[in-house]
């Protein structure tokens, strides 16, 4: 289906359904939100080890 169909069928809901699709919306996009901050931290973290490691192995070589 597409976005246009979905769309058009917006206005032949009730406005129980149409609230439903809103929290679905809502959440959906919440849960997208905490997945990219959880994506950025662990990015954070990798990069902090990486470079720790990298400073082990420099300090190792005097």
């Known amino acids: 289906m597409s976005k246009a169909q979905i769309i058009s069928e917006i206005p032949k809901l009730s406005h129980q359904e149409r ?3 809103m ?3 809502v959440e959906v996009e919440q849960d997208a939100e905490t997945l ?3 994506d950025r931290l ?3 973290r990798f990069q902090m080890l ?3 490691e990298a400073e ?6 005097r």
Request: contains cysteine; charged residues 45%; proline residues 0%.
């Open 23 to 25: 929290r679905l919306i």
């Open 42 to 44: 662990a990015l954070e």
């Open 56 to 61: 082990d192995e420099k300090n190792a070589a």
């Open 36 to 38: 990219a901050e959880c």
């Open 19 to 21: 609230r439903e699709i």
């Open 50 to 52: 990486d470079a720790m």
